[in-house]
């Protein structure tokens, strides 16, 4: 039979090869339609769900890894809270920065340096802190040098050394020993604890 022959008002005398191919093309026809409006937009929200399950998962491993070593990291934080404290307490209060002073200035004649120079300078002022600079000039031997930063080091408050320059005495040779008087020049640094977080 030819397909011009086919009439589409009177589909029920058609063969039945006919008819099984316009079944077949109306089934991939709506199939095709399913597919593009409805499942394609399953699988990409299917897609979505996956990738927020892979991260939920991966958020729940790392939350469960974090659980698993709360009891050691309740153990650091209280080491470094007791540590913390212990640094505070080399912090000297308002009260003890003048006697602070006076033991700087006693480290470098005990070691048996001349201070040409021994100037604290105005406070500033940090997060919870505030830092004290003093300049300082002294003139002695580079072993003297020595023994007076370390006896910094040794005071049970915090003291630092910055800018620390070390010249020759005046009508040294150039060719003198590196023992011979020299003068020293740093900023020594002390800092106190603000109790109040104000200046």
């Not at 491993?61 to 809270?81: D, F, G, I, T």
């Not at 800018?163 to 740093?186: F, H, V, W, Y």
């Amino acid at each position: 039979m030819d397909l011009n022959e086919l009439d589409f008002n009177n589909i029920s005398e058609w063969p039945v090869a006919a008819k099984a191919v316009l079944i077949a093309l109306a089934c991939g026809l709506v199939g095709f339609g399913w597919y593009h409006f409805v499942t394609s937009a399953q699988i990409e929200q299917l897609k979505r769900a996956e990738q927020k399950e892979q991260e939920l998962r991966q958020s729940f491993e790392r939350k469960q890894q974090k659980a698993a070593n709360l009891e050691e990291y309740r153990r650091q934080l209280a080491a470094m809270e007791e540590s913390f404290g212990a640094m505070l307490r080399q912090l000297p209060d308002e009260t003890e920065v003048a006697s602070l002073l006076i033991d700087v200035s006693q480290k470098g004649l005990a070691a048996g340096l001349e201070f040409e120079r021994f100037e604290p300078s105005a406070e500033i002022v940090r997060d919870f802190y505030a830092e004290l600079p003093i300049r300082v000039r002294v003139t002695g031997r580079y072993h003297e040098f020595a023994s007076f930063i370390s006896g910094l080091s040794a005071l049970p408050r915090i003291v630092t050394v910055h800018n620390i320059e070390i010249k020759r005495g005046e009508g040294s040779k150039s060719d003198a020993a590196p023992t011979g008087p020299m003068t020293l020049g740093a900023i020594v640094k002390t800092y106190r604890y603000l109790d109040d977080l104000s200046p």
